[in-house]
């Protein structure tokens, strides 16, 4: 009796195992499955960006009109920065996508200042036009290697899965078509011009490498915590492991499904000291149904609601329903604008779709903030006579070679156009000027 009893309880346990298994088989085939057509969708849909470039790069070319100009660089500028997205996406080593990522930041950031140019009228100089059909020859070449990986995919049969497996090998040392023809990219002999204008990823700049952030290093389970906390976690529907980024910053890699059907969203956690990077992903158009200011306010208590204190707005622009915001941090009465993190808000109800801390992660320090040489008056005398000065206050600016200047930032009107001029406050010097567009998407400072 007590060996029949027994048999039957093993029996019992057998099968109850054996459901258990072939559940969690088919919640991880299904998972599988989800995360191949993710990938697969991120890189055709890149490839379609990329070739939307090249199309635009090449009406640029023969374009003689300055409104069509505008309307295929603003083209440029918004399949680049798509084009970005869907690459932060793709479980491929890091490593090997640097040539691959610095064109599309390249051409985002060139387009960008372009279309701030051309907006204020400036037909494209000699040397701008020569930049672009350097750029265009080189998107050329990547095209048809993107072309070429496209036709391979198509036949292959490629498991991104086993590719997101093997993503952090080195590059040349990996078996998958995928990584190995964004070696080739790599090694191709596609070369940048020198870019010298008002961006963050100019060549005039110096760029920072192997970045130490202060803190303990953590693990990818308390990555996936962190992104938990920053979105909270009731909102979210899916989250797991993505691919980790071992560039200027090293960081984990977090993806994250809201239960709102929003995303998938991919987040940077960096493996020091546990900061929230960034968050990228392609929301979509959005309803608008709250203001800009109203968007302003959530950003703010968003930012310090994540210890992010004394952050005040300094830019803000809405496009398809998105609103993008740049908030920079205050010290005392000084504006310090290196200090500057990026978030991105829905206008429909108010969810946080973007972020990017970067450059405040890196320039956030305590600051030896000694009274400037000049005082206000003084140098308000400084400044053009028939410059209508609306408001004043002390600010660090940024230089090229990630130097700082602590100024006096004047904002006001000359005729019927905005402006901020920039007077050092030590020197007297004139740092800067900067134009003001108000239109109804925001404010674009040029």
Not at 305 to 310: A, P, S
Request: charged share 25%.
């Amino acid at each position: 009796m007590r060996q029949k009893r027994t048999t039957i309880v093993l029996t019992f346990a057998l099968i109850v195992t054996g459901i258990w298994g072939v559940y969690n088989y088919v919640l991880n085939r299904r998972h599988t499955i989800q995360m191949d057509n993710l990938y697969q969708r991120a890189f055709f849909d890149m490839v379609g960006h990329v070739n939307n470039i090249e199309t635009s790069l090449s009406k640029l070319m023969v374009s003689g009109d300055q409104s069509q100009h505008l309307k295929l660089i603003s083209e440029i500028w918004r399949h680049s920065d798509a084009a970005q997205v869907e690459l932060a996406s793709l479980p491929v080593s890091h490593i090997s996508l640097i040539k691959t990522s610095k064109l599309l930041n390249q051409m985002s950031d060139y387009s960008n200042y372009l279309t701030k140019s051309v907006g204020q009228g400036k037909t494209l100089s000699l040397d701008e036009s020569n930049n672009l059909r350097e750029l265009y020859n080189n998107y050329v070449k990547l095209g048809e290697e993107l072309r070429s990986l496209q036709d391979n995919i198509n036949s292959g049969g490629v498991s991104w899965k086993d590719i997101s497996r093997q993503g952090s090998r080195l590059k040349g040392k990996t078996d998958d078509i995928i990584t190995r023809q964004f070696v080739d990219i790599e090694n191709s002999d596609i070369e940048y011009p020198t870019l010298i204008y008002d961006g963050p990823f100019s060549d005039a700049l110096e760029e920072f490498e192997n970045i130490e952030l202060e803190g303990a290093e953590i693990n990818e389970d308390q990555a996936i915590e962190i992104v938990k906390d920053f979105l909270g976690e009731n909102k979210i529907s899916n989250i797991g492991k993505w691919s980790e980024n071992n560039g200027d910053i090293k960081c984990w890699g977090v993806y994250a499904e809201l239960e709102d059907g929003r995303g998938p969203f991919y987040f940077t956690v960096s493996k020091k000291g546990g900061k929230l990077v960034n968050m990228i992903g392609d929301p979509g158009e959005e309803e608008e149904k709250i203001s800009l200011e109203k968007a302003v306010d959530i950003a703010r208590d968003f930012l310090k609601d994540r210890g992010y204190e004394n952050m005040v707005p300094t830019y803000k622009k809405n496009y398809q329903g998105i609103c993008t915001m740049n908030f920079a941090y205050r010290d005392g009465d000084v504006i310090v604008y290196p200090d500057l993190i990026k978030v991105k808000l829905s206008l429909k109800d108010g969810q946080v779709v973007g972020f990017e801390s970067k450059n405040y992660l890196i320039s956030h320090r305590p600051r030896d903030l000694d009274n400037p040489s000049l005082s206000l008056d003084e140098a308000s005398a400084l400044v053009n006579p028939s410059f209508e000065i609306e408001s004043k206050r002390l600010a660090i600016i940024p230089t090229p070679g990630r130097e700082e200047r602590l100024c006096y930032e004047f904002n006001g009107k000359f005729g019927e156009d905005r402006f901020i001029v920039y007077i050092d406050a030590n020197t007297g010097q004139e740092v800067d000027i900067l134009k003001i567009i108000e239109s109804d998407t925001g404010t674009l400072v040029i």
